[in-house]
């Protein structure tokens, strides 16, 4: 009888060691938890803040592709115009300068 009363007390023994051990295991496992929810938090208030900034950097990019479209269509008539002018004041000189010739 006495060994049936030893060999219980070993088993509650070791259950009772299976129940701590579980016990510090859940322990750790909450704060992991815990610290886990805290770190993706984090990691979406980053991307929250990233996003934001990319949509003002995409505003900022359309209107700079805007100015600079503007800009240069300008640009381009601009220098069309002028190259115009200078090929007809060429032709002009040309003309003149063969009429010249030719009175003389």
Do not use: P
Not at 83 to 96: D, R
């Amino acid at each position: 009888m006495s060994v049936t009363i030893y060999t219980n007390y070993l088993i509650y023994e070791v259950l009772h060691e299976i129940y701590e051990v579980l016990h510090e295991i859940y322990e750790v496992y909450e704060v992991l938890h815990e610290v886990l929810h805290e770190v993706l938090h984090e990691i979406y208030e980053v991307l929250h803040e990233i996003y934001e900034v990319y949509e003002v950097l995409h505003e900022v990019y359309e209107v700079l592709h805007e100015v600079l479209h503007e800009v240069l269509h300008e640009v381009l008539h601009e220098v069309l115009h002028e190259v115009y002018e200078v090929y007809n004041l060429k032709n002009t000189l040309q003309f003149t300068s063969k009429l010249a010739k030719a009175k003389i």
